[in-house]
């Protein structure tokens, strides 16, 4: 199968300092990446996204109240500082996240990674909060639909924190099901099971909380137990994973205990689904803060999606 991997120098300017979120991150993912020869997946560099792409997901107030308080250096919560190169990065990391769609349903790639941040999932519609500036993983859903005519779409997020921003973004929707692992009760808070959607969404949000400590059985029957059986049931003709890697165990702010080759096992199990479904998968990197847990879990991940 070929992959596609998007990159962005942009992702190494966004730098605020001593912070978990850290350009240093890219740098060992891709450290690892290239001394196994990009796994034979080709990289790209990713495009910035289209005022058009955010749009779709941000109101216009969004997008200016973020680009001035990185032009201004001016901290958008106490987790998210920015600086005037955080908002190039922010453009780029929706941006490639689109350019991943576009590569999947044009079928110039079978699979693909976008290791490019800020993160995205924290982020809600009209609100930039912990670390994520824009909606990286809805914004690419919401590409999907409108650009390429799909209906249905998966997003899985299987970060550590519960994806609140990307939920935000679908919970009315019935278009985009997005089924999410994270440990719970846990930063941000929300992510309970009975979180499930409203209105024509009702029922396409699913949210599989795990409880600290857990480790790779819980997290591996709860995959297998509900949310590949609800994806399967949702038909989509897409499947986003939003590709955190602070459920590690060595992970300094996650509390749950899986291992790097944990990742490979999830990966390859999305990945036969989206074989069976005929639904190409393509996965944005999130949070993960050892570098080390990071880098060799992105890897696995990339294997995984490959088969
Ligand atoms: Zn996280």
Request: net charge negative; proline share 7%; aromatic share 6%.
């Amino acid at each position: 199968m070929a992959g596609l991997y998007l990159r962005h120098p942009a992702s190494l300017a966004h730098d605020t300092g001593a912070h978990p979120e850290r350009a240093d991150r890219v740098r060992a993912v891709e450290a690892t990446l290239a001394a196994r020869d990009w796994l034979g997946w080709e990289v790209r560099d990713a495009p910035a996204a289209t005022d058009d792409q955010l749009l779709r997901v941000h109101p216009p107030e969004h997008l200016e109240r973020v680009a001035a308080a990185c032009a201004a250096g001016r901290a958008l919560d106490l987790d998210t500082p920015v600086v005037p190169d955080s908002w190039p990065a922010a453009l780029h990391a929706a941006g490639g996240a689109c350019a991943l769609v576009d590569a999947l349903c044009s079928g110039t790639a079978d699979t693909g990674f976008a290791a490019l941040r800020p993160p995205g999932h924290h982020c809600e519609p009209d609100r930039a909060m912990g670390f994520c500036l824009l909606s990286n993983a809805a914004v690419a859903a919401r590409h999907a639909l409108a650009a390429h005519g799909l209906e249905r779409v998966v997003i899985l997020d299987w970060d550590v924190h519960h994806g609140n921003g990307t939920q935000a973004a679908f919970y009315d929707s019935a278009e985009v099901l997005f089924v999410s692992l994270h440990q719970w009760p846990f930063y941000p808070g929300s992510g309970a099971a009975g979180e499930t959607g409203t209105g024509a969404g009702e029922g396409y949000t699913l949210n599989l909380p795990q409880p600290a400590g857990s480790g790779p059985a819980e997290w591996l029957a709860a995959l297998d137990g509900a949310a590949l059986p609800a994806a399967r049931h949702h038909r989509p003709q897409l499947i986003l994973v939003s590709a955190g890697y602070d459920a590690h165990r060595a992970d300094p702010l996650g509390g749950c205990r899986l291992e790097t080759a944990t990742y490979r096992e999830l990966a390859e199990r999305v990945a036969a689904l989206g074989a069976e479904l005929d639904a190409p998968v393509g996965a944005l990197l999130e949070g993960g803060y050892d570098l080390d847990a990071l880098a060799g879990s992105v890897a696995e991940t990339m294997v995984g999606l490959t088969g």
